[in-house]
């Protein structure tokens, strides 16, 4: 593969993988979640803790909340490996490390990363670099989104079964598609295998957030829009569930974030809770 056709990933997927190693580095435990992995793939410079956007304080709940969020996509996709499911698809995998991390699951799973074609070819020369290497169970599949009408193509071509149920994951894209692509999307993954399972976050509209959270919310809009990759999507929980439905769904639940707080932050002394403004729709076939 070309160096030209090498591109770091988005300043989006490394802060997600920075916020995650911050959440063990400085968060006292026990940890919601581990993962330092991202980091080491990140590579940042030696000062990125000091970064405004890795602010201990400031961005705790944004924190707590990308942590939570992951730990409910590990157990979602542990219970569905224990059911059989053996197919894992990463839509937007980003710096994605649960190949890495999780290899007594990822053993029983073939595991399809699906990203843009440029940060997916950084990545594979990272992991090669790292000495984790490329195993067969992983497949990295290059998509054009703006390219091609079915990213399931190159799915199928990369060894994926489409007859056969998977776990099928999104976090932390519909903020940045449009309502009719998010459809579209809907409409794609609800196509495959029954008994197949999808878990995609959602950003709320600002009237729905926490008085505490909505300046961060307003923060977080204007510097994904001064990064180029501005939000352009928000939904009530009850228009997600009514797209996913309307897509194909045959049982559609809607996961709030207070949910995952109460889960995995109840009983913490130190005050870390996850920021409101991102639900979760967990969909299946």
């Known amino acids: 593969m070309a160096d030209q056709q090498i591109e770091a990933p988005d300043s989006t997927a490394v802060r997600v993988a920075l916020w995650r190693a911050m959440h063990v580095q400085v968060d006292p435990p026990p940890h919601v979640f581990e993962d330092e992995i991202g980091l080491r ?88 670099e790292l000495g984790y290497g490329i195993p067969d169970r992983l497949r990295l599949v290059p998509v054009d989104f703006e390219a091609v009408e079915s990213w399931t193509v190159q799915l199928t071509a990369a060894g994926f079964d489409p007859g056969r149920p998977a776990v099928v994951v999104s976090t932390g894209v519909t903020m940045y598609l449009t309502k009719d692509a998010a459809a579209a999307t809907l409409r794609q ?60 769904f045959t049982d559609a639940q809607h996961v709030p974030g207070a949910l995952l707080a109460e889960r995995y932050f109840a009983d913490r002394t130190d005050g870390l809770r996850p920021s409101s403004g991102e639900d979760l729709l967990v969909a299946t076939i």
């Open 41 to 128: 793939l990140a590579a940042p410079d030696d000062g990125w803790r000091c970064r405004p956007d890795m602010d201990p304080r400031a961005t705790r709940g944004f924190r707590a909340a990308v942590v939570a969020r992951a730990r409910f996509i590990e157990e979602l996709i542990a219970e569905q490996a224990g059911r059989g499911v053996a197919q894992y698809v990463v839509l937007g995998a980003g710096l994605d490390t649960f190949a890495q991390r999780r290899p007594d699951i990822a053993s029983r799973l073939r595991i399809f990363e699906v990203d843009q074609p440029g940060p997916q070819a950084w990545k594979r020369r990272r992991l090669i």
């Open 189 to 248: 993954i609800a196509s495959l295998g029954p008994g197949s399972t999808l878990a995609m976050t959602f950003l709320l509209p600002t009237e729905l957030l926490d008085d505490a959270d909505r300046s961060g919310l307003q923060t977080s809009e204007k510097g994904a829009r001064a990064s180029g990759t501005p939000f352009v999507s928000f939904y009530t929980p009850q228009e997600m569930l009514a797209l996913a439905r309307e897509a194909g």
